[in-house]
């Protein structure tokens, strides 16, 4: 995948790492994934790339989200274990309200940035499948948003999204 910053840099993803290049300084920086290694990329297997309303950089590998910190240069990452509901993240969107959506293996997740929070969706919920494909999402000008999986796609306004909140009694 490839995606042009508004830092005015381009990032490659491989099936062998995450690449930037400067093209005012032609600098050409390569980031991998070292095992042990803290604040490096979780996996070498680069899906997708976007930037946030905040220019932040969320990098979707074989092994969960990837958040880059340019202040730092320190790769920071969620997987299962941190409420993504699968490793392989395939696509990442913002919505005009600041949350991303990630469509993974194993169905699709609403972040809070902010908050670190995800809410997960699948099948059950009306998903297509619980199965994306990898590069298969985008964001119409208009908000909504289509992800592509096994069985079809989806398509939704992030904004229209409304939680349900009425407990039944037990």
Same mark, same amino acid.
């Given at each position: 995948? /490839? &995606?042009?910053?508004?830092?005015?840099?381009?990032?490659?993803?491989?099936?062998s790492? !995450? =690449?930037?290049?400067? !093209? !005012?300084? $032609?600098?050409?920086?390569?980031?991998?994934?070292?095992?042990?290694?803290? @604040?490096?990329?979780?996996?070498?297997?680069?899906?997708?790339?976007?930037?946030?309303? #905040? =220019?932040? !950089?969320?990098?979707?590998?074989?092994?969960?989200?990837? @958040? &880059? $910190?340019?202040?730092?240069?320190?790769? +920071? +990452?969620?997987? %299962?274990? =941190?409420?993504?509901?699968?490793n392989? /993240? &395939?696509?990442?969107?913002?919505?005009?309200?600041? %949350?991303?959506?990630?469509?993974?293996? #194993?169905?699709?997740?609403?972040?809070?940035?902010?908050?670190?929070?995800?809410?997960? +969706?699948?099948?059950?919920?009306?998903?297509?499948? #619980?199965?994306?494909?990898?590069g298969?999402?985008?964001?119409?000008?208009?908000?909504?948003? @289509?992800?592509?999986?096994?069985?079809?796609?989806?398509?939704? =306004?992030?904004?229209? /999204?409304?939680e349900?909140?009425?407990?039944?009694?037990?």
């Amino acid at each position: 995948c /490839v &995606y042009n910053d508004s830092k005015g840099l381009t990032w490659i993803g491989t099936e062998s790492g !995450l =690449h930037s290049y400067d !093209l !005012l300084t $032609e600098e050409f920086k390569t980031f991998e994934a070292e095992a042990g290694k803290q @604040f490096v990329l979780s996996n070498n297997f680069i899906y997708c790339i976007t930037e946030d309303k #905040n =220019h932040d !950089l969320w990098i979707g590998t074989g092994r969960g989200l990837n @958040f &880059y $910190e340019r202040r730092t240069g320190r790769f +920071y +990452y969620y997987t %299962d274990k =941190h409420g993504l509901p699968g490793n392989s /993240v &395939y696509s990442i969107q913002e919505s005009a309200g600041g %949350d991303l959506w990630i469509s993974t293996i #194993n169905g699709l997740a609403r972040l809070n940035p902010e908050t670190k929070k995800f809410r997960n +969706y699948f099948s059950h919920d009306g998903l297509q499948s #619980n199965e994306f494909l990898p590069g298969a999402g985008t964001t119409l000008l208009n908000g909504f948003m @289509f992800f592509g999986g096994i069985n079809g796609f989806n398509v939704f =306004h992030p904004e229209q /999204v409304k939680e349900n909140e009425y407990l039944p009694q037990i």
